[in-house]
C-alpha cells in the first residue's frame, strides 16, 4: 500500500542527529574546509562512542546468530537503510565533508556484510566495536578505470608457497583511504583481477588492513569541495594478505560472466547509491532552507497561492528548486523503500542518483546566485555547499554512468548494444 | 513505513482501467480528435468503471471510501489511454468532488447520489476565465448578493460538456474569496456561447459561457453560508491533472522508447545511441518523480493535511515535465512524429494544457 510514512522511531532519531548536525558539525564547517586533512575531531569524538555501542550489539547479534546458524528470518520490510539514509541526509544537511569522516566501516563495511563469510565479518568488523575510532573504506578507481571498472589493472597473485595474495598496482580517489590504513586500526576493501584476461569475471575484492606492508599512501587529494574528507591515492607493492582476506569464492567465470563475489559486492551499489543521493539532498535542503530563510529575511518569499504570472523571476527560481528538491528526495525514498521491501531497485537506485546529483548541482548554484555577492563569500556556507555539492554529481557513478544503467534496462540493452 | 506498490484493489483497477485504456480509448482517440467529437460510448463504458461511485460514501448511494491516492492511480491509467477521453469521463468529478468536500448535508444529500447512477449525470463546472491573467484564486467574474438570492456576472471557457450538461456550478468571486453556485441550465442570462476550438484535448467538447446577471437562490451556494474551502478543491483537482499528465507522459515514453528500439539507422536501432537513449532516460525518471510527488501529495491530502504548498510545487514540476516528455517524445520520432499518423503531436499538443487546466478533474 502506497506510504511516505517515515517510522516514529527513526524520526526521533532524526530529531537527535539534527541536533549534532547543527552543534556539532555546523560550527566547524567553515574551519574544516580552510583546513584540509585536518581531523574533524570534535564530530569524530561524538560519534565514536555511540557508534562503537551500535557496533558491538552488532557484533553480539552476529556471533548469537553464528550459535544458532542461519541468521533469524525477520517478517515484514526492514528499517535499517531507511535509518541510515535519513541519517546520511540529516548529517549531510549539517555537514557533508564531516559526514565522509564518520569512523565506520563505510562502503568497505558494505561489502564485507554483503559478501562476506561469518568469520570475516568478525574478523574485519569486530575492531569497530572497541578502542579508539576506526575507518573503513573501498578503493575501486584507479588512473586509468574510472567509469569504466573492468579495466582496472590492480593484481592479486596467489603464492602458493604461503598462501598469500600478492597486490601490487595503485589505487585512487579512495575516501577515507588514509584514515582506513593510516590513521587508524582499519581496513580497505580492493578491487583487483586474478585474472587480467578475464576482464570482471577475474575481478575480487580483497581486505587490506591497517599496517599491511607493501601499502603505502602515496598521496591525499586536494579537491574542491568536501575538504574535511580524506581522498586517498594508495600504492600497492607487494602487499602480501592472508588468502582468507578474499571477499566471496576465487573462481573466476568466463567468458563475461559474473562470480558472486562480483555481484554480491555489486549489489552495494543498490544501497550505496541512495546513499549519495541522500548525502546529496542534505546538502540541497541546508541550501534550500537557507535561501528560503535569507530572503524571506529580504522580504522575499514564496507564496504557493499565487499564479505563475504574479511571481517574480527570484519566487520562480525558488519554486523550481523546491520541485528539483522534492522530486530527487521522492527518487530517492523510492529507491530505499523498494529495498526495504526486499524488491530489486538497481534501476531506481541509478535513476535517484544520477537526479540527486543533477539537482543538488543546480540548487546550490542558483542558491549562490540568489543571494548574490554574500553568497559568493566565504562568509557565509552556501559557496561551501555549492563545491561540496559538485561531488554528488561525480561519485558512485557519474550523472551519465547512471543514466547509461537507467538507459540499458529500460531498453533491456546489454553493454555492447549501448556504449 | 515507506511502500511505493499499489494495494489489491487498486491493482484491480488499475488493471481494469488500463485494459479500457488499452482497448477503447487507444482505438479511437485518433479519429475522435480530426473528428473532434467522442464516441459517446467509449465515454459511457468509462463512467461505468465506476471509479466516482466508489469513492463517495455509502450514506450518499457510493459504496466506499473516498482515497485522493487511489484517485491519482485511476486517472494516471485513464490518462494513458487518452486525455480527452479521461476528461471527458471525469467531467462529473468537478461537481461531485467539491459537494463531497465542502457541501452542506442537504447539497450532499440533493447532488451525490446522482453520481452513483449507471448514467453518467450531465453536469459540469466553470471555473477557467478567459484572459491572460487569469487566477482561480481571484475571479473576474462575480457573484453578489441580492434580496436572499446571488447575482451572478461574467465569462467562462473551457466548460466541457456544457451543451449538454443540466447543471453548471459556476466559480465566481463574492467579496473577492471563490465560491461556488449551482446553475440550473436554462437560468435567465446564461448563455452557452459556442463549441470553443483549442490546440489539443480536440474531442472535449468545451464551451465558452456568458453570464449575466444570471440569479440563483442563496442556497445554490455550495458549502451554504460558509461557502467552500476553495485551495482544498484546487488541491484535488490539481492531484487528478497530475496524476492525468503522468499517465500521458508515460504513454509518449513507452511510445517513444519502442519506436527507438526499432527505427533502424546507420544500420541499427537508434536507441542505441546515447543521444537516444539518455533522452528516454531522463523522460522516464521524470515520469517515475512526477508520479511520487503526485501520489505524495495526495497521501498526505488523504491524511487530512493542506497540502496547497505540495500541490503548487507539483504542479510546477508537472506542467514543465509532461510537456518536455512529449516534446521528446515527438523529438524521439524525427519527422514522423510531425506526422498525424502517429500519436505523439497529439500528446504533445494535449500536454501544453496542463498549464491552464486546473479544475477540469478532480479525484
Given at each position: 500500500m502506497i506510504d511516505f510514512e517515515i517510522p516514529e522511531k527513526i524520526k526521533n532519531e532524526l530529531n537527535l542527529t539534527q541536533m549534532v548536525a547543527a552543534q556539532v558539525m555546523r560550527p566547524k564547517s567553515r574551519y574544516y574546509d580552510e583546513h584540509e586533512h585536518e581531523l574533524p575531531q570534535e564530530y569524530i569524538q561524538f560519534m565514536w562512542p555511540v557508534l562503537k555501542e551500535q557496533n558491538k550489539r552488532k557484533m553480539e547479534k552476529l556471533r548469537s546468530n553464528g550459535q544458532n546458524g542461519a541468521r533469524p528470518e525477520k517478517s515484514g520490510p526492514s528499517t535499517s537503510l531507511l535509518r541510515l539514509i535519513m541519517l546520511i541526509e540529516m548529517l549531510s544537511w549539517g555537514d557533508a565533508g564531516q559526514y565522509l569522516s564518520t569512523p565506520d566501516p563505510a562502503l568497505g563495511g558494505a561489502a564485507v556484510e554483503a559478501v562476506g563469510t561469518p568469520e570475516q565479518q568478525f574478523r574485519f568488523l569486530s575492531r569497530f566495536a572497541d578502542g579508539e575510532p576506526k575507518w573503513g573504506a573501498m578503493a575501486m578507481t584507479e588512473p586509468g578505470a574510472g567509469s569504466d571498472t573492468s579495466a582496472i589493472r590492480t593484481t592479486a597473485h596467489l603464492d602458493p608457497d604461503t598462501n598469500e595474495w600478492v597486490l601490487n598496482g595503485e589505487k585512487i580517489f579512495c575516501t577515507s583511504g588514509s584514515l582506513a590504513l593510516e590513521q587508524s586500526q582499519g581496513f580497505v576493501v580492493v578491487w583487483a583481477t586474478i585474472d587480467p584476461e578475464a576482464g570482471r569475471g577475474g575481478m575480487k575484492p580483497f581486505v587490506v588492513e591497517a599496517g599491511?606492508?607493501?601499502?603505502?599512501?602515496?598521496k591525499r587529494e586536494h579537491k574542491m569541495g568536501i575538504r574535511a574528507s580524506d581522498t586517498a591515492a594508495i600504492v600497492f607493492n607487494d602487499a602480501r594478505i592472508p588468502y582468507d582476506n578474499i571477499l566471496g569464492s576465487a573462481d573466476v567465470q568466463r567468458p563475461d560472466g559474473t562470480t558472486k563475489g562480483f555481484k554480491g559486492a555489486m549489489k552495494t551499489f543498490d544501497a550505496s547509491r541512495p546513499a549519495v543521493a541522500a548525502s546529496a539532498m542534505g546538502i540541497a535542503r541546508a541550501a534550500l532552507e537557507y535561501t528560503q530563510e535569507r530572503l524571506k529575511e529580504e522580504g522575499i518569499s514564496l507564496d504557493y497561492t499565487k499564479p505563475k504570472f504574479e511571481l517574480t523571476a527570484v519566487e520562480r527560481d525558488l519554486l523550481e528548486m523546491e520541485a528539483r528538491y522534492k522530486s530527487a528526495w521522492l527518487l530517492t525514498l523510492r529507491a530505499v523503500g523498494m529495498m526495504s521491501h526486499g524488491h530489486s531497485n538497481r534501476l531506481e537506485a541509478s535513476m535517484c542518483k544520477a537526479r540527486a546529483g543533477e539537482a543538488v548541482t543546480w540548487i546550490t548554484q542558483k542558491a549562490v546566485e540568489l543571494l548574490g555577492p554574500l553568497g559568493y563569500s566565504r562568509e557565509l556556507l552556501v559557496e561551501k555547499w555549492m563545491r561540496d555539492a559538485k561531488i554528488n554529481d561525480i561519485y558512485e557513478g557519474t550523472k551519465q554512468i547512471n543514466t547509461l544503467i537507467v538507459a540499458r534496462s529500460l531498453l533491456g540493452y546489454s553493454r555492447r548494444e549501448l556504449k | 513505513m515507506l511502500d511505493f506498490t499499489l494495494d489489491a484493489e487498486q491493482q484491480m483497477l488499475a488493471d481494469t482501467i488500463g485494459r479500457f485504456s488499452q482497448e477503447r480509448m487507444r482505438k479511437v482517440f485518433r479519429d475522435a480528435d480530426e473528428a473532434e467529437e467522442l464516441p459517446a460510448d467509449v465515454v459511457r463504458e468509462g463512467w461505468e468503471i465506476g471509479l466516482l461511485p466508489t469513492s463517495l460514501p455509502e450514506k450518499y448511494g457510493g459504496f466506499g471510501e473516498h482515497s485522493a491516492v487511489t484517485g491519482a492511480v485511476a486517472v494516471e491509467e485513464f490518462a494513458w489511454g487518452d486525455l480527452a477521453g479521461t476528461l471527458a469521463i471525469m467531467a462529473p468529478s468537478t461537481v461531485a468532488i467539491p459537494v463531497m468536500l465542502c457541501g452542506t448535508e442537504a447539497q450532499k444529500e440533493t447532488y451525490l447520489p446522482l453520481f452513483t447512477d449507471m448514467e453518467m449525470p450531465a453536469v459540469t463546472a466553470a471555473l477557467t476565465e478567459p484572459r491572460v491573467q487569469y487566477d482561480p484564486r481571484h475571479l473576474a467574474t462575480t457573484a453578489t448578493r441580492q434580496n436572499g438570492h446571488y447575482v451572478l456576472e461574467g465569462t467562462k471557457t473551457m466548460v466541457p460538456l456544457a451543451g449538454v450538461s443540466e447543471t453548471f456550478l459556476v466559480y465566481a468571486a463574492e467579496d473577492g474569496n471563490t465560491q461556488a453556485f449551482f446553475v440550473p441550465a436554462g437560468t435567465e442570462g446564461l448563455q452557452i456561447t459556442g463549441r470553443e476550438k483549442l490546440m489539443g484535448v480536440r474531442a472535449l467538447p468545451t464551451f465558452g459561457l456568458k453570464l449575466e446577471k444570471v440569479t440563483v437562490p442563496a442556497e445554490n451556494k455550495l458549502g451554504g453560508e460558509t461557502g467552500i474551502n476553495f485551495d482544498l478543491i484546487l488541491n484535488h483537482s490539481r492531484v487528478a491533472l497530475g496524476a492525468a499528465a503522468v499517465g500521458l507522459a508515460r504513454a509518449g515514453f513507452e511510445y517513444a522508447r519502442e519506436y527507438a528500439k526499432n527505427r533502424r539507422q546507420f544500420g541499427e536501432p537508434i536507441a542505441h545511441r546515447q543521444s537516444i537513449a539518455f533522452m528516454l532516460a531522463n523522460m522516464a525518471i521524470d515520469v517515475d518523480a512526477a508520479r511520487l510527488m503526485v501520489w505524495e501529495t495526495a497521501w498526505l491530502m488523504d491524511k487530512g493535511q493542506d497540502v496547497t504548498r505540495e500541490a503548487t510545487v507539483m504542479k510546477h514540476f508537472i506542467d514543465d515535465m509532461v510537456l518536455n516528455v512529449a516534446d521528446r517524445a515527438v523529438q524521439t520520432l524525427g519527422g514522423y512524429g510531425y506526422i498525424r499518423e502517429y500519436p505523439v503531436e497529439l500528446w504533445l499538443r494535449n500536454a501544453r494544457g496542463f498549464a491552464t487546466f486546473d479544475g477540469l478533474a478532480l479525484v
Amino acid at each position: 500500500m502506497i506510504d511516505f510514512e517515515i517510522p516514529e522511531k527513526i524520526k526521533n532519531e532524526l530529531n537527535l542527529t539534527q541536533m549534532v548536525a547543527a552543534q556539532v558539525m555546523r560550527p566547524k564547517s567553515r574551519y574544516y574546509d580552510e583546513h584540509e586533512h585536518e581531523l574533524p575531531q570534535e564530530y569524530i569524538q561524538f560519534m565514536w562512542p555511540v557508534l562503537k555501542e551500535q557496533n558491538k550489539r552488532k557484533m553480539e547479534k552476529l556471533r548469537s546468530n553464528g550459535q544458532n546458524g542461519a541468521r533469524p528470518e525477520k517478517s515484514g520490510p526492514s528499517t535499517s537503510l531507511l535509518r541510515l539514509i535519513m541519517l546520511i541526509e540529516m548529517l549531510s544537511w549539517g555537514d557533508a565533508g564531516q559526514y565522509l569522516s564518520t569512523p565506520d566501516p563505510a562502503l568497505g563495511g558494505a561489502a564485507v556484510e554483503a559478501v562476506g563469510t561469518p568469520e570475516q565479518q568478525f574478523r574485519f568488523l569486530s575492531r569497530f566495536a572497541d578502542g579508539e575510532p576506526k575507518w573503513g573504506a573501498m578503493a575501486m578507481t584507479e588512473p586509468g578505470a574510472g567509469s569504466d571498472t573492468s579495466a582496472i589493472r590492480t593484481t592479486a597473485h596467489l603464492d602458493p608457497d604461503t598462501n598469500e595474495w600478492v597486490l601490487n598496482g595503485e589505487k585512487i580517489f579512495c575516501t577515507s583511504g588514509s584514515l582506513a590504513l593510516e590513521q587508524s586500526q582499519g581496513f580497505v576493501v580492493v578491487w583487483a583481477t586474478i585474472d587480467p584476461e578475464a576482464g570482471r569475471g577475474g575481478m575480487k575484492p580483497f581486505v587490506v588492513e591497517a599496517g599491511t606492508p607493501g601499502v603505502s599512501i602515496a598521496k591525499r587529494e586536494h579537491k574542491m569541495g568536501i575538504r574535511a574528507s580524506d581522498t586517498a591515492a594508495i600504492v600497492f607493492n607487494d602487499a602480501r594478505i592472508p588468502y582468507d582476506n578474499i571477499l566471496g569464492s576465487a573462481d573466476v567465470q568466463r567468458p563475461d560472466g559474473t562470480t558472486k563475489g562480483f555481484k554480491g559486492a555489486m549489489k552495494t551499489f543498490d544501497a550505496s547509491r541512495p546513499a549519495v543521493a541522500a548525502s546529496a539532498m542534505g546538502i540541497a535542503r541546508a541550501a534550500l532552507e537557507y535561501t528560503q530563510e535569507r530572503l524571506k529575511e529580504e522580504g522575499i518569499s514564496l507564496d504557493y497561492t499565487k499564479p505563475k504570472f504574479e511571481l517574480t523571476a527570484v519566487e520562480r527560481d525558488l519554486l523550481e528548486m523546491e520541485a528539483r528538491y522534492k522530486s530527487a528526495w521522492l527518487l530517492t525514498l523510492r529507491a530505499v523503500g523498494m529495498m526495504s521491501h526486499g524488491h530489486s531497485n538497481r534501476l531506481e537506485a541509478s535513476m535517484c542518483k544520477a537526479r540527486a546529483g543533477e539537482a543538488v548541482t543546480w540548487i546550490t548554484q542558483k542558491a549562490v546566485e540568489l543571494l548574490g555577492p554574500l553568497g559568493y563569500s566565504r562568509e557565509l556556507l552556501v559557496e561551501k555547499w555549492m563545491r561540496d555539492a559538485k561531488i554528488n554529481d561525480i561519485y558512485e557513478g557519474t550523472k551519465q554512468i547512471n543514466t547509461l544503467i537507467v538507459a540499458r534496462s529500460l531498453l533491456g540493452y546489454s553493454r555492447r548494444e549501448l556504449k | 513505513m515507506l511502500d511505493f506498490t499499489l494495494d489489491a484493489e487498486q491493482q484491480m483497477l488499475a488493471d481494469t482501467i488500463g485494459r479500457f485504456s488499452q482497448e477503447r480509448m487507444r482505438k479511437v482517440f485518433r479519429d475522435a480528435d480530426e473528428a473532434e467529437e467522442l464516441p459517446a460510448d467509449v465515454v459511457r463504458e468509462g463512467w461505468e468503471i465506476g471509479l466516482l461511485p466508489t469513492s463517495l460514501p455509502e450514506k450518499y448511494g457510493g459504496f466506499g471510501e473516498h482515497s485522493a491516492v487511489t484517485g491519482a492511480v485511476a486517472v494516471e491509467e485513464f490518462a494513458w489511454g487518452d486525455l480527452a477521453g479521461t476528461l471527458a469521463i471525469m467531467a462529473p468529478s468537478t461537481v461531485a468532488i467539491p459537494v463531497m468536500l465542502c457541501g452542506t448535508e442537504a447539497q450532499k444529500e440533493t447532488y451525490l447520489p446522482l453520481f452513483t447512477d449507471m448514467e453518467m449525470p450531465a453536469v459540469t463546472a466553470a471555473l477557467t476565465e478567459p484572459r491572460v491573467q487569469y487566477d482561480p484564486r481571484h475571479l473576474a467574474t462575480t457573484a453578489t448578493r441580492q434580496n436572499g438570492h446571488y447575482v451572478l456576472e461574467g465569462t467562462k471557457t473551457m466548460v466541457p460538456l456544457a451543451g449538454v450538461s443540466e447543471t453548471f456550478l459556476v466559480y465566481a468571486a463574492e467579496d473577492g474569496n471563490t465560491q461556488a453556485f449551482f446553475v440550473p441550465a436554462g437560468t435567465e442570462g446564461l448563455q452557452i456561447t459556442g463549441r470553443e476550438k483549442l490546440m489539443g484535448v480536440r474531442a472535449l467538447p468545451t464551451f465558452g459561457l456568458k453570464l449575466e446577471k444570471v440569479t440563483v437562490p442563496a442556497e445554490n451556494k455550495l458549502g451554504g453560508e460558509t461557502g467552500i474551502n476553495f485551495d482544498l478543491i484546487l488541491n484535488h483537482s490539481r492531484v487528478a491533472l497530475g496524476a492525468a499528465a503522468v499517465g500521458l507522459a508515460r504513454a509518449g515514453f513507452e511510445y517513444a522508447r519502442e519506436y527507438a528500439k526499432n527505427r533502424r539507422q546507420f544500420g541499427e536501432p537508434i536507441a542505441h545511441r546515447q543521444s537516444i537513449a539518455f533522452m528516454l532516460a531522463n523522460m522516464a525518471i521524470d515520469v517515475d518523480a512526477a508520479r511520487l510527488m503526485v501520489w505524495e501529495t495526495a497521501w498526505l491530502m488523504d491524511k487530512g493535511q493542506d497540502v496547497t504548498r505540495e500541490a503548487t510545487v507539483m504542479k510546477h514540476f508537472i506542467d514543465d515535465m509532461v510537456l518536455n516528455v512529449a516534446d521528446r517524445a515527438v523529438q524521439t520520432l524525427g519527422g514522423y512524429g510531425y506526422i498525424r499518423e502517429y500519436p505523439v503531436e497529439l500528446w504533445l499538443r494535449n500536454a501544453r494544457g496542463f498549464a491552464t487546466f486546473d479544475g477540469l478533474a478532480l479525484v
